[in-house]
């Protein structure tokens, strides 16, 4: 039925590692590596808002670095390591920004979340203890509408302080508001 | 029905995650647009390029040639009209012989991928004629002709209403002041960050089934039912969880139809995803508004008399359009007490995406008209703002002018809270120029006492089954766009039987599996649905109670569900497990599952248009915003937000803190940058469908936020709850414009207030022009209003009902005619 | 979902490579560095090359030195390696802010310093998807022969927004490029040109290498963005200032304009007011007003014309007020 499209008929065939693991996979050598992962790898954690780089909804991590899925091409992934929400919580349970997420209710709708769960994890990689003023800069490129970001915040801030090993718990202000 | 014992509550209350955290941080849950099938192929939308057009040829013959594709379909292929409102049946699922705005959808190709569709639809052919475009309420007035539709009260007004609850004009020449003031408020989208996308699938014994990302599947549901022309029982409407929805989700929509029919056609899967640009196309959000108010007040702030007047521009098509219209003059009554209100409303068809409902649906746009004129006026009085709406609140368990009865009513510790917090008595009028603070508060309902279309069935259902494993599952047909509606229903059954959370088992907006709930709109879900579900649990545990009653010896009365047991309150020891209650419970009476539903109270107005506007329980909300403006420049920036909401009782208060936020988040958008914009001189194309040129707030433009959480439990609402999905977005628009002022001095009449329209007020001020600036609309359109419906206050004698009744007032209630009954 | 249109993609190693990819694969081919601004514009159908050369696997590109006398900054940098280049930041905290400033982290992480100074022009007349120009009839950038800014004029307006360009332009950087032809130095001013589709004089086989810097002695220099989101946003107004003081007269300046014009605009009479000058209150607002009269912003960015025109004024006194006060400081 497929009738030759323009360009390559062959499709491209690539390794990298994928959340830790080897992965092979082939594709149509113009895709980009967020249509790769949902389509072609079946990997529908990484959501897409725009497919234009506007909304940050589409970020995973590409060698330890947030990027925008959307505008990298498949084949630029070849031998890299790409990491998405589907590789962040383990046998062990949840990684602790997503036991914060679900704690503090940072996941409203839940379609921009793991976007800011990798943004979030490549901040707390480079800097353990990040200010409220650093955890926005580094969360200026997602695009949450459900909650006002302040939950996001409060639930990295929960994480980082549990990954820096304290026995942290949310305030109560931030669960039941002030008094 | 409710109970609103704040003591004994054991999960209700209690800050919890929410039962579909888990799978929302780990990527699991399924969007609409994560679903695949075996054989799945993709729709593509050919739109129309034209804003209004009359289509004269078609030619879709280079498409359907096209290796690759499956299925073309145009407007012939789905002639039967469909929209939300029964008024309102104006809607083809791909345009017939008009398209009414760029975008309009106009025909659609199915085809083994998205790329080969995306090219296809190039290949067919549309020959337009081209009709003059009408591109603003004052265009539909000025040009009756040529008609974008061939219904409505006349020429290219779609809507005209007007409503008198007493003679305004005697409250007139009883005020001390009355002020006239003129505001406009800019449409805004909703902006999902998902795109909107449904599957559709067809199997071989001629059942329909439809994946969407929809608050309201059961609209839907008779929506398909309608344009496919096939039995609702063969159709099976599944709501995805929304990526937010926002209400922009809530009409049955092309994309959903087109899919359902080319999955019949071609017997494969048929997939659409929305790109973000055609969002923007379906749009429904916020009306553009002009608004002119005329209010009397005495001396001390009572407002003897409203009149206020709305022009809605409409956009292309009706969707919730006459609700929307009727909601920009309903809720203005709810708060601080009017003695006499008239309100006239128009809304006019235009060459743009339909407008529709947006978080609030019609009421931000009176309430930053009104929340500003009590501004005015306060300051005016030589009266402290906060202080003139203390005084003159609405009291709890009344009648308004209009008919609308106030339950629980917390605004005024809402206020306190938030003067208090902010430590406005010290900074008002008080701050160095260019920092202000300004207050506002609002209202908004907690479900709508009226279903979409005629019907005296329950607006909500819950079933709920308890097994023999102790598993307890419910099923429901609200929709969980985010908001947390599905862990409503878990908390409130754990709540009852004594169950855990998250053991229970939802399963919902399914309309194969779960009884009808009307949908995720006006806020009505966690009242509604919430006690349908509290209403299934109580009977479920009135068939397990006399059970474990007769094993323990002692009185059902005794016994205590709780901790996944069922004890005797006196003695904990002595009970059994919940099984082992179950067990006993099914042994004797057989299968365990109940029903619950929910009807909400009769209105108390009777005339025509009083269906919109009753709810059974009303939230109320107060604001007060900090800004720091630039003189130079008149940038706006929102450092601080203190925000207090009437929530009656909250289910879960993280739930409740996150929609607060959020909401503060949306308003600020609005006050701030959102809008819809066009261009006027090409053709009425939306100015930048993108989201890089829509701007929503990022993390930087976000403010701080204080919640404060009043709980004034309400007798309508599941242990008092009330809503709070919408509330808290309303008062912040007109905060934010009355701490412009209070910074600088000068007043924007319209949102968004942009650095353009305070430095452009800020000059004015400069020159002495305009009374010390103002940014603003100067006229009201020309608006040929009718007569007015009158309707005595209940104060006055009034019954409900309108003094001279016509024919249409026996159909009082709805906003629509009936035109289906079930 | 938006996607790209088939393209052959080639990852040469070399410059020479790549120089040879180009050559072969003829005038619809085209290279890419980070791809934060041409796949966007593939994917809305302003650009479909049959050959994409992708210029990420180039280690001379990435190659920075901040030590020597000319200090140097490669392509192929990231805009989060400049904008966190700890001795630019102290030596060229202008060019580090300017980079910083560039939309958001994430695009920033792919976005590379030679992408953004050869960044296409905008114009949301232009940056459209293909249906949307279809439905004005396209524009003389792309499949139509009308620039709808401006109906009658014979040019495109869509605006330079760049953000470090301006800088660069302020600083007299050179750009080296690299073509078939061997390697050649062009000053950053003379790399734009004042038209919406030739904004660059670059041919477009060559390849921008990198960028010579001026040696940190004793100038100083600024950027302030004007833009509705502190993240996102293209600029809807630059302002570059380079200052070389002499005791407390400033000795050379030059103020350049990004996002107003479709090249970084210098702004040579309001810098030649306050050359001479002590920069003193007076100085500054006729330097903001000369600014402020020529510039004449066109309707196809956010914001209105005359705001935008306004803002150039504050904007530009804001900088040199900035200025002044770190040389006292100093």
């Known amino acids: ?179 | 029905m409710a109970k609103s014992d704040g003591n004994g509550l054991r999960v209700v209350g209690r800050a919890q995650r929410k039962v579909d955290a888990t799978p929302k941080v780990t990527g699991e849950t399924l969007f609409a647009d994560d679903l695949s099938f075996p054989q799945m192929v993709y729709c593509k939308t050919l739109r129309s390029p034209h804003a209004h057009a009359r289509i004269i040829r078609i030619d879709t013959s280079r498409a359907e040639k096209e290796a690759g594709v499956l299925g073309v379909l145009t407007g012939t292929d789905l002639p039967i009209p469909f929209g939300i409102l029964p008024v309102s049946q104006d809607e083809h699922a791909l345009a017939l012989d008009t398209v009414r705005f760029i975008g309009d959808p106009v025909a659609a190709v199915a085809a083994v991928s998205e790329e080969i569709a995306g090219e296809a639809i190039h290949l067919i052919d549309v020959e337009y004629e081209q009709l003059r475009e009408i591109t603003s309420v004052e265009d539909a007035l000025a040009n009756p002709e040529p008609r974008i539709h061939d219904y409505g009260d006349s020429g290219n007004l779609h809507k005209l209403i007007s409503l008198e609850f007493g003679t305004v004009a005697d409250g007139f020449d009883a005020a001390h002041l009355v002020r006239e003031d003129l505001f406009f408020y800019e449409g805004s989208t909703h902006l999902p960050i998902e795109q909107h996308a449904a599957v559709a699938m067809y199997s071989a014994d001629h059942r329909l089934t439809l994946w969407s990302s929809t608050q309201t599947p059961h609209y839907v549901h008779i929506a398909l039912e309608k344009v496919l022309e096939m039995p609702a029982s063969r159709i099976r409407v599944i709501a995805c969880p929304n990526g937010g929805g926002f209400g922009g989700k809530s009409d049955p929509f092309s994309h959903e139809i087109v899919v359902s029919k080319l999955a019949m056609m071609t017997g494969r899967p048929v997939k659409a995803t929305l790109t973000r640009e055609e969002v923007f196309y379906c749009h429904r959000g916020r009306h553009p508004t002009h608004m002119w108010v005329r209010t009397g007040v005495t001396k001390d702030g009572h407002i003897t008399a409203m009149h206020f007047r709305t022009a809605l521009d409409g956009g292309g098509y009706g969707s919730y359009g006459v609700a929307s219209t009727y909601y920009t003059g309903a809720l203005q009554t709810v708060t601080y007490q009017v003695d006499r209100y008239k309100f006239e409303g128009a809304r006019a068809f235009t060459n743009k995406p339909p407008c529709g409902p947006k978080r609030g649906h019609g009421t931000p746009q009176p309430r930053f008209a009104l929340e500003v004129q009590m501004d005015k006026i306060a300051e005016q009085l030589k009266l402290d703002p906060a202080d003139m709406r203390l005084k003159h609140l609405v009291p709890a368990d009344s009648l308004t002018a209009n008919y609308l009865r106030v339950g629980s009513m917390g605004l005024a510790e809402c206020i306190n809270k938030v003067v208090t917090g902010s430590n406005w008595k010290e900074r008002f009028r008080r701050l160095p120029h260019g920092r202000g603070v300004g207050i506002a508060c609002s209202s908004y309902i907690s479900g709508a006492g009226l279903p979409i279309y005629w019907n005296n069935m329950p607006h909500s259902g819950v079933q709920l089954q308890c097994d023999r494993s102790g598993g307890v599952t419910v099923f429901c047909g609200s929709t969980d766009i985010g908001q947390g509606s599905d862990s409503v229903l878990a908390y409130i059954v754990a709540e009852v039987l004594g169950v855990d959370p998250f053991e229970i088992r939802v399963v919902t907006a399914d309309t194969d599996l779960t009884p009808v709930d009307l949908g995720s709109y006006s806020s009505r879900v966690t009242l509604m649905s919430g006690n349908a579900a509290l209403q299934a649990a109580e009977r479920a545990r009135e068939l397990i109670a006399p059970e474990v009653a007769k094993q323990l010896d002692v009185p059902t009365s005794r016994l205590v569900f709780a901790e996944s047991r069922v004890f005797d309150g006196e003695n904990p020891e002595t009970g059994t497990t919940f099984a082992e209650a179950v067990q006993a419970a099914e042994a004797a009476v057989g299968t365990i599952g109940t029903v619950g539903s929910y009807t909400p109270p009769a209105s108390a107005g009777r005339y025509r248009g009083s269906g919109v506007g009753p709810s059974p329980a009303y939230s109320y909300s107060a604001a007060v915003v900090e800004v720091h403006v630039e003189p130079d420049s008149g940038i706006v920036r929102v450092p601080k937000v203190w925000i207090a909401h009437d929530i009656g009782q909250c289910i879960n208060p993280t739930t409740v803190m996150g929609q607060v936020e959020g909401s503060v988040y949306m308003g600020l958008g609005e006050a701030l940058m959102e809008e819809m914009a066009y261009r006027a001189n090409r053709r009425v194309v939306h100015k930048c469908p993108s989201m890089l040129e829509y701007k929503s707030p990022t993390t930087l433009e976000m403010c701080e936020v204080e919640t404060y959480l009043v709980t004034d439990p309400d007798p309508n609402g599941p242990f008092g709850a009330k809503e709070v999905g919408q509330g808290p977005l309303l008062p912040i628009m007109p905060a934010v414009a009355n701490a412009v002022y209070d910074a600088v001095g000068v007043r924007v009449d319209e949102v968004p207030i942009t650095p353009e329209k305070v430095l452009t007020a800020l000059k004015r001020k400069a020159n002495g022009k305009e009374g010390g600036g103002r940014y603003g609309p100067t006229h009201f359109p020309e608006i040929p209003w009718p007569d007015p419906t009158r309707v005595p206050p209940p104060w006055e004698g009034g019954d409900g009902k309108a003094i001279r009744p016509s024919d249409e007032d026996a159909k009082a209630a709805a906003v629509a005619q009936p035109e289906r009954q079930h | ?330």
Request: aromatic share 6%; with cysteine.
């Open chain 3, 1 to 330: 979902m938006l996607r790209l249109p088939a393209f052959e993609y080639l990852q040469p190693a070399s410059i020479d490579e790549a120089l040879r990819m180009k050559q072969n694969a003829g005038p619809r081919s085209q290279y890419v560095a980070g791809g934060t601004d041409l796949y966007p514009n593939m994917k809305r159908r302003h650009e479909e090359p049959k050959t994409v050369i992708a210029l990420g696997g180039i280690d001379e590109l990435g190659q920075i030195s901040l030590e020597s006398d000319a200090p140097f900054l490669g392509a192929g940098l990231t805009l989060t390696e400049v904008a966190t280049q700890p001795r630019l930041r102290t030596t060229h905290s202008a060019i580090a802010g300017a980079a910083g400033l560039v939309s958001t982290p994430l695009l920033r992480n792919m976005g590379t310093l030679g992408g953004n100074l050869c960044l296409d022009t905008r114009c949301n007349y232009y940056n459209q998807s293909y249906e949307w120009r279809k439905s004005i009839d396209f524009c003389m950038k792309k499949d139509g022969t009308v620039c709808w800014v401006a109906p009658s004029s014979p040019r495109c307006w869509a605006v330079s927004s760049s953000d470090v360009a301006p800088v660069m332009v302020a600083l007299d950087a050179q750009y080296t490029l690299v073509g078939a032809d061997g390697e050649r130095q062009v000053p950053a001013a003379g790399f734009y040109h004042d038209d919406g589709i030739e904004f660059l004089t670059k041919r477009p086989e060559e390849i921008l290498v990198g960028v010579k810097l001026p040696a940190p002695n004793g100038w100083d220099a600024m950027y302030l963005k004007l833009r509705r989101r502190g993240a996102f946003d293209f600029p809807v107004l630059g302002v570059a200032v380079y200052l070389e003081w002499n005791e407390s007269e400033v000795q050379d300046a030059r103020i350049v304009l990004g996002g107003v014009a479709s090249y970084p605009k210098p702004m040579t009479d309001a810098s030649q007011l306050i050359v001479g000058s002590t920069l003193d209150d007076d100085v500054i607002a006729a330097a903001a007003h000369a600014a402020f009269k020529p510039t004449k912003p066109m309707d196809n960015t956010d914001f209105g014309l005359a705001w935008r025109k306004e803002m150039t004024r504050i904007y530009v006194k804001r900088a040199l007020t900035e200025l002044r006060t770190r040389h006292r400081d100093a």
């Open chain 1, 1 to 179: 039925m497929a009738k030759n499209r323009k360009g390559p008929l062959t499709k491209a065939h690539i390794s990298f590692e994928l959340n830790g693991e080897h992965t092979e996979v082939a594709f149509a050598p113009h895709k980009t590596l967020l249509e790769v992962l949902r389509e072609d790898l079946r990997l529908t954690g990484t959501k897409h808002g725009c497919e234009l780089g506007e909304c940050g909804t589409c970020a995973l991590l590409v060698d330890g670095r947030p990027v925008l899925s959307c505008l990298v091409l498949g084949l630029a992934c070849a031998g890299r390591s790409v990491r998405t929400v589907e590789g962040m919580a383990s046998a062990a349970g949840l990684h602790p920004l997503q036991e914060a997420f679900a704690e503090m209710g940072a996941a409203q709708c839940g379609y921009c979340t793991p976007g800011f769960l990798l943004t979030a994890e490549a901040l707390l990689n480079g800097n353990a203890e990040p200010s409220r003023d650093e955890i926005k800069d580094a969360l200026a490129g997602n695009l949450c509408r459900c909650t006002g970001y302040i939950k996001i915040y409060e639930a990295v801030e929960l994480a980082a302080a549990r990954m820096r090993g304290e026995d942290a718990r949310p305030a109560e202000k931030s669960l039941y508001g002030e008094v």
